[in-house]
């Protein structure tokens, strides 16, 4: 007996499907897709729906002694011939985590959510799991905001709508923000990721999202391009409960993030959220495991958690509702006690990753997209990084020098130096500016030659960088006015500093200029 095959029988298979089955090296007939494991799985045999909640044991496969040496080959000929079920977009809804407070990325979160602070010259980090789900097929998405949201929300409504942004068919983008219900438990403000989720869980009670079979939990601070259809296809296929997106990382990283252990199942056996010493050291696995080789197993011997998860609907139904009412975070609550009850697997993702939860992994993520060549880069022509379409002009460039660097568009640049750069949207740098190793996040708006004129008639700073002036390790802030013969380098490597009556602070040794501020000529930081 060979088991049982769940769907529909072969003999109401499509008649190409069948003459494929019957030109197998199994059937007496060594050409065809029987002749090589690759032929094998190159093979589609088309879209043939097969609904596990009607999925019923119809047809079963008798064999004699004679032929029970094939057997094994068989069902792995048949793993491969006959359609799993597919993945199917429109059973997932994604849910983006708009954040806590950010206080790691302050001052850039200060007056916006951390999904909306801009990177790569004219992006927000709302847009990488955004254009993640649009690439990926996904278009039913919820974002869950509670602090500073405005811009983000302001941005999402400019981009991603049903009018003239990126348009969704019969999907949908909603905001829903943190707001106050009735009850003890309602009075109260998102107390984590789990609990985030908690308090909007009755929309896929509600008979309309019926059809939605798993949900996606994203996060909308992350800098990485994903499939999320290869990840669901992994997690229907391992008869996941709930699926862990991770990666390898090495020491000097781990302890950043929730690590785990896994079995050679790829079952989650064990899970931390940000391990510290000994309980670190404790976390230390053979890589291998996920298909490293020896050498880069060496280097990552831990397994990190990227925070992407795949939950079947009723499972996070009842998580969030009956099992674990009290859990409010997902790393470090749901995760570990869901191990010991369900199916818990881990995905890995092979690709670039990189967390933006700080003001050095935002800069630092920011310039590596100027390295040649780049780890990552927004361009794909298949898989775009979607933006808001602002409509500018190119930019206008006037006997510079510009070096490994990116300039977004709208921007004017005379006579000046920049070097391993980020210049955002609407940039003005002056005759003689030095740019190098700095973020600029660019303007809002123009200011027209005219109004730049009266600004400095009046002794005032107008947009943008002025005459002369040398900037190196910083980060500058949407609006910034900077004078003329300015220099920000921290010569004396301070590492922390707040001096926001002045217009900047220090993170981590890189001076961070403050949205709307003004920085006189002549002040030397």
């Known amino acids: 007996m060979l088991g049982s095959f769940c769907g529909p029988s072969s003999s109401k298979l499509p008649p190409s499907h069948q003459d494929r089955l019957l030109s197998s090296s199994l059937f007496g007939n060594t050409g065809g897709i029987g002749q090589s494991n690759g032929a094998i799985s190159g093979i589609r045999l088309g879209k043939i729906n097969i609904p596990r909640s009607k999925c019923a044991a119809t047809k079963r496969f008798s064999t004699s002694a004679v032929l029970a040496d094939v057997a094994k080959d068989f069902m792995a000929f048949r793993s491969n011939i006959l359609p799993k079920q597919e993945t199917d977009p429109k059973t997932v809804a994604s849910i983006i985590l708009g954040g806590g407070a950010g206080t790691r990325l302050f001052p850039l979160t200060q007056r916006r959510a951390k999904p909306a602070v801009p990177i790569g010259g004219c992006y927000r980090l709302i847009d990488v799991p955004m254009s993640n789900c649009i690439n990926s097929g996904i278009n039913k998405i919820y974002i869950l905001t509670q602090f500073n949201s405005q811009s983000l929300n302001r941005h999402i409504a400019r981009t991603y709508n049903l009018g003239n942004g990126v348009n969704f068919g019969d999907g949908f983008v909603e905001v829903l923000a943190a707001t106050q219900t009735s009850g003890e438990s309602g009075k109260k403000w998102f107390q984590g990721t789990a609990d985030a989720v908690r308090q909007f869980i009755w929309l896929f009670e509600d008979a309309k999202h019926r059809h939605i079979e798993n949900i996606l939990i994203l996060s909308g601070d992350h800098l990485y391009r994903m499939d999320y259809m290869d990840f669901l296809q992994k997690h229907i296929n391992s008869g996941a409960d709930i699926s862990v997106s991770c990666l390898p990382v090495d020491e000097s990283r781990a302890s950043d993030f929730g690590l785990l252990k896994i079995d050679e199942n790829g079952q989650i056996r064990q899970f931390l959220e940000k391990p510290k010493g000994e309980s670190l050291r404790s976390m230390q696995v053979d890589t291998t495991v996920l298909g490293l080789t020896a050498q880069d197993a060496r280097k990552s011997p831990y397994i990190a958690s990227m925070g992407i998860y795949l939950f079947k609907t009723e499972v996070l139904l009842k998580i969030l509702r009956w099992h674990y009412p009290t859990a409010n975070d997902f790393g470090s609550e749901v995760i570990p006690l869901a191990m010991k009850d369900y199916n818990v697997k881990a995905y890995r993702f092979d690709g670039y990753w990189e967390d933006i939860g700080t003001i050095k992994s935002l800069f630092d993520a920011n310039l590596a997209l100027t390295d040649q060549p780049p780890k990552f880069q927004f361009y794909d022509p298949i898989k775009p990084i979607f933006t808001s379409p602002r409509f500018l002009p190119p930019t206008k460039i006037e006997q510079c020098r510009v070096v490994d660097s990116i300039i977004s568009h709208g921007c004017f640049l005379r006579d000046c130096s920049v070097e391993r750069s980020i210049v955002g949207i609407r940039s003005r740098l002056e005759y003689g500016v030095e740019l190098k190793n700095t973020l600029m ?14 600004s400095l008639a009046e002794g005032k700073v107008p947009l943008g960088i002025g005459k002369d002036t040398k ?51 002549g002040t030397i930081i």
């Open 441 to 454: 996040m660019g303007a809002d708006n123009y200011e027209t030659e005219a109004e730049i004129a009266s």
């Open 471 to 521: 900037i190196m390790n910083c980060i500058i802030d949407t609006n910034a006015r900077i004078g003329k013969n300015v220099v920000i380098a921290n010569k004396d490597k301070v590492e922390e500093a707040d001096r926001a009556s002045e217009g900047f602070y220090i993170r981590s040794g890189i001076t961070v200029v403050l949205k709307n501020s003004v920085i006189k000529d």
